[in-house]
């Protein structure tokens, strides 16, 4: 099993340039490099467009999986469960929201005991079990301190120490 993580900013324009670079890297490391896991956070417009995706993918690679690590207080929908609940927040909410499904989800003792961190642990613990990471940094507008190029430069540095590659 080889993984691969998505991070990017929490309000990232989903732009069809930046669904279709995301989409050739993805089919590039399923067909080249044998990823067959995708690891996703919970809070960005950078995941969701990753999720779409991936999840687009999946008719042509049905045997890929889409994994979602959670902070506290926060759940995702497994396969399945997706469609009932977007029939209850359209019945609700009067509008139709997009509700993405999991194959997984994952938790963290270390993750939800971090307080405010827990995203920039999240995101660590995702890299950590990756071997590809996929980023989308605007590094003109990111300072030092955002979640994003604090993930980054974890990443950067977990190259040269394990098996996460730069592509």
Same mark, same amino acid.
């Given at each position: 099993?080889?993984?691969?993580s998505f991070l990017g900013h929490r309000n990232t324009e989903q732009t069809e340039e930046l669904k279709e670079?995301?989409?050739?890297?993805?089919?590039?490391?399923?067909?080249?490099?044998?990823?067959?896991?995708?690891?996703?956070?919970?809070?960005?417009?950078?995941?969701?467009?990753?999720?779409?995706?991936?999840? $687009?993918?999946?008719?042509? =690679?049905?045997?890929?999986?889409?994994?979602?690590?959670?902070?506290?207080?926060?759940? %995702? !929908?497994? *396969?399945?469960?997706?469609?009932?609940?977007?029939?209850?927040?359209?019945?609700?909410?009067?509008?139709? $929201?997009?509700?993405?499904? =999991?194959?997984?989800?994952?938790?963290?003792?270390?993750?939800?005991?971090?307080?405010? %961190? !827990?995203? *920039?642990?999240?995101?660590y613990w995702m890299i950590d079990e990756s071997n590809f990471a996929i980023f989308h940094l605007d590094e003109?507008?990111?300072?030092?301190?955002?979640?994003?190029?604090?993930?980054?430069?974890?990443?950067?540095?977990?190259?040269?120490?394990r098996n996460l590659k730069k592509i």
């Amino acid at each position: 099993m080889k993984t691969c993580s998505f991070l990017g900013h929490r309000n990232t324009e989903q732009t069809e340039e930046l669904k279709e670079k995301v989409r050739e890297t993805v089919e590039r490391l399923i067909e080249e490099k044998g990823v067959d896991t995708f690891l996703f956070g919970s809070r960005s417009k950078f995941d969701e467009l990753c999720h779409i995706v991936v999840t $687009e993918l999946k008719e042509k =690679y049905p045997n890929i999986r889409r994994v979602v690590y959670l902070c506290k207080h926060e759940n %995702a !929908c497994l *396969v399945g469960a997706g469609m009932s609940l977007t029939r209850q927040i359209e019945e609700i909410m009067g509008r139709k $929201e997009r509700v993405l499904e =999991y194959e997984e989800r994952k938790k963290s003792d270390r993750v939800n005991s971090a307080g405010r %961190a !827990c995203y *920039v642990e999240r995101n660590y613990w995702m890299i950590d079990e990756s071997n590809f990471a996929i980023f989308h940094l605007d590094e003109n507008n990111s300072t030092k301190k955002s979640g994003t190029m604090q993930a980054y430069q974890y990443a950067e540095k977990r190259i040269n120490t394990r098996n996460l590659k730069k592509i």
